[in-house]
């Protein structure tokens, strides 16, 4: 299995900047995709940035520009940089990955337990 935990939430300003991180854990073979979602209070779960495992980025419109993506393969490891946060931004955010390890043939997909971000205004 895999183990995904996620530090770096709390409450900001708006306008503030605050980073995520999540590290991945277990009997890891490969790790593919990494991501992070986010859930604010009624609404559906979304993808707020995507990153291949050849460090290839891709974000939503509403955080383009805002929020950045980065990983360490070495470290199992993906960051999620948010700069200019606005109260929209309140949610638990979530770590999502792709990964294969010594008990699964392909590739199963593991979430974090959330981390809660909130930006006063």
């Known amino acids: 299995q895999v183990q995904l935990v996620e530090s770096g939430g709390g409450l900001v300003q708006a306008g503030g900047s605050l980073r995520l991180s999540c590290a991945a854990s277990g009997s890891i073979l490969k790790i593919n995709a990494m991501g992070w979602y986010r859930q604010a209070p009624g609404k559906q779960r979304e993808l707020v940035a995507h990153i291949t495992s050849g460090g290839i980025s891709n974000y939503p419109y509403s955080v383009k520009g805002r929020f950045t993506i980065s990983r360490d393969n070495a470290k199992n490891t993906v960051y999620l940089q948010m700069d200019s946060l606005k109260p929209e931004d309140t949610a638990v955010y979530y770590c999502?990955?792709?990964?294969?390890?010594?008990?699964?043939?392909?590739?199963?997909?593991?979430w974090g337990q959330g981390t809660q971000v909130t930006v006063s205004s």
């Open positions: 999502n990955t792709e990964a294969r390890t010594t008990a699964t043939i392909g590739f199963g997909n593991y």
